[in-house]
């Protein structure tokens, strides 16, 4: 079957749904092909904070109801060394707050509205591939059901994550990559139990950083910073458990609660940036574009201000036929997108044991954790940073 529309979009994460529905909000024709079945998109468990850019969106589209409803309002949160809690106080300077609200929720709330709203989002797509890029007539192809199916759209956008198709069809001269891997990976556990404290503690203990972070007022989020060798098998949850409360009872309000594990799993960090966002008819958005370290919870917010950014610009296209909103489509994205790299790199290198620093290093950190505790100045450019810059 041949199937026609204005954008074709490839992945179904939240860099995907939330365009497809400005894009539909809007009356222009859109696909979403999406490798994965529903279940298995909402598998995945992300981080939990989301910036004003994020919200103002769901807002925007009306599907705001449960993160009106369940979403916690946060005005601070709190840098820690072994002994000290440095609180940031982003209401008091900035003026601002974050709702910390499962990333993994926003999904499932666009993945629900979808089919009232028209939005076609065809799931469990296998190879799913780009065609005509340079042309003014692009498609793409999937298998479904034993078939070979074609969508012929106007423009593709590549919301498929660090991992999919669509950067990998842009030919190599016409992009630069940027890439830093950091020598540690994030170890997490998901329990429902209460949060230790009413706020995210981000830790830089002499055991190596740790984050205390939630979901509810009744289910807690865990990281720690773990070599790249280690396994699931190396941290039984009584092991992970005794380690966050070494951490965190010291720093917390209430302490560690244990709990059984709903979720464990170890991802690595990194920074990357692909430097364009768009060759001919092909854009690209949100992780299939970069990637940040998870410190700051920056992910899903640059993928949100990528969509505001380009649903503008086809949108207007569409409207009046201005080229020059789609051209300037990268170095605007971009320009957020350093920025955020930035903070979510410095954040990583203030709260991280690296095993490479010897006791310089080690100095430097903690005069700047001295700083920061000191600094009014300072910690406003933390807070203004983590509630998100503006558009
Ligand atoms: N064809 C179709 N779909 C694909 C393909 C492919 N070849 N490759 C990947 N996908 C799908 C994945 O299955 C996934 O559902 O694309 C989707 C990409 O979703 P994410 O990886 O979540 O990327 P994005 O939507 O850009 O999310 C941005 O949100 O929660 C945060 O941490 C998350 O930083 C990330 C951010
Ligand atoms: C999370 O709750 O999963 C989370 C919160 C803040 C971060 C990263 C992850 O910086």
Known sequence: ???????????????????????????????????????????????????????DLMRELGIDQRLNAEGMV?????????????????????GRHVIVYGQTEITRDLMEAAPDRGLAVIYEAANVALHGIESRHPWVTYEKGGKVERIDAGFIVGCDGFHGAARRAIPAGAAREFERIYPFGWLGILADVPPCHPELIYANGDRGFALASMRSPTRSRYY????????????????????????FNPLSEHGVTRGPALEMSIAPLRSYVFETMRHGRLFLAGDAAHIVPPTGAKG????????????????????????????NYTPRALARIWKAERFSWFLTKL????????????????????????????????????VGLPL
Not at 74 to 89: C, K, P, Q, S
């Open 1 to 55: 079957m041949e199937i026609k529309t204005q954008v074709a979009i490839v992945g179904a994460g939240p860099s995907g749904l939330l365009l497809g529905h400005l894009l539909c909000a809007a009356g222009i024709g859109c696909i979403v092909v999406e490798r994965q079945s529903p279940d298995h998109v909402l598998g995945r468990i992300r981080a939990g904070v989301l910036e004003t850019v994020t919200t």
């Open 74 to 94: 946060e005005g601070g949160f709190n840098l820690a060394t072994h002994d000290d809690v440095i609180r940031i106080d982003i209401e008091a300077l900035t």
């Open 224 to 247: 720690i910073q773990v070599p790249l060798t280690d396994t699931l098998d190396d941290w039984p949850e009584e092991r992970l458990w005794d380690e966050l409360e070494m951490r």
């Open 300 to 327: 899903l917010n640059l993928a949100a201000s990528d969509v505001a950014y380009l649903s503008e610009a086809l949108i207007g296209y569409f409207r009046t036929g201005d080229e020059v909103a789609l051209d």
């Open 351 to 386: 709260m991280h044991r690296f095993p490479e620093d010897g006791a310089f290093e080690h100095r430097m950190q903690t005069a700047e954790l001295e700083y920061v505790a000191s600094s009014r100045a300072m910690q406003t450019a933390i807070a203004e940073n983590y």
